[in-house]
């Protein structure tokens, strides 16, 4: 992080310029048995080619609501890093009704449908796959996303004191979130740059976002992400730990 980091998308900036090649987010779901590895460079990618979406195609912009209604999942992490981008506020799990855009896992698609603007679907299968058919009313995200722009530029400047993010009903200023983050690293046990926390939170709370990618990313270390870890048995999670050289857990 450095002095002048605003917003999360700042965070990113910084990240990318620091070390792009070092591992960000690392994803797995003990449902399906995926696992993703992301880089940094790979995640900006994603976050970049997102936010052109956002902006261009779904004609997003800053104070307009993002309602996310998806789990703890690497292309939600992706989603929130490209709302920031834009000035839009990414709101967790908020009310498609009163939505300008809604983001859609394949298991909340009925409730989404109460958007009456535009409306993105996320199959989440491995490698970012696409439905085998687009649900109707929506688009596929894995479709869109591929042939967008991989260098984002905002139309207007994103105000850091602006609404940026809504979660469990508390509404953040992108300046928010990266303060409370960077305070809330030390107690999470992010020590700085290399730091590898592992987090099974649900992405629903606060300490679910910062744990699963905030706090990393102030303090320059990184995330395994895990979707369904009480599936994993805790011999399987000592070798999860091992493995992906953890150094701090919260579940």
């Known amino acids: 992080m450095n002095a002048t980091d605003r917003t999360p998308a ?73 709302c920031s981008s834009v000035g839009a506020v990414a709101d967790v799990a908020g009310d498609p009704a009163a939505a300008d855009v809604v983001v859609s896992g394949p298991d909340t698609l009925d409730a989404a449908r109460a958007c009456r603007g535009e409306r993105v679907a996320l199959a989440l299968r491995p490698l970012g796959g696409r439905f085998p058919q687009a649900p109707e009313g929506f688009v596929d995200y894995a479709v869109e996303v591929p042939g967008q ?29 990266v303060e409370r983050a960077s305070a809330q690293a030390a107690s999470l046990d992010l020590t700085g740059p290399g730091s590898r926390l592992l987090s099974g939170l649900p992405y629903d709370t606060w300490e679910g976002l910062s744990a699963g990618l905030f706090a990393p990313l102030a303090v320059g270390g990184s995330v395994v992400l895990c979707r369904n870890l009480d599936r994993l048995d805790e011999d399987g999670l000592a070798q999860r730990i091992e493995s992906e050289r953890v150094t701090a857990v919260r579940r």
């Not at 994603?46 to 209604?69: H, I």
Request: aromatic share 8%.
């Open 149 to 177: 722009g991989d260098r984002f530029a905002p139309f207007a400047p994103v105000d850091p004191q602006e609404p940026a993010l809504i979660v469990a009903g508390r509404e953040f200023s992108g300046a928010e979130v």
């Open 10 to 82: 700042d965070l990113l900036t910084s990240a990318l310029a620091a070390d792009p090649g070092r591992p960000l987010v690392t994803f797995y779901d003990d449902a399906t048995g995926e696992r993703v590895e992301l880089s940094v460079a790979t995640f900006a990618n994603w976050v970049a080619k997102t936010a052109n979406l956002l902006q261009g195609d779904l004609s997003a912009g800053p104070g307009d609501r993002v309602a996310l209604l998806l789990p703890a999942h690497w292309q939600t992490a992706v989603w929130l890093l490209a």
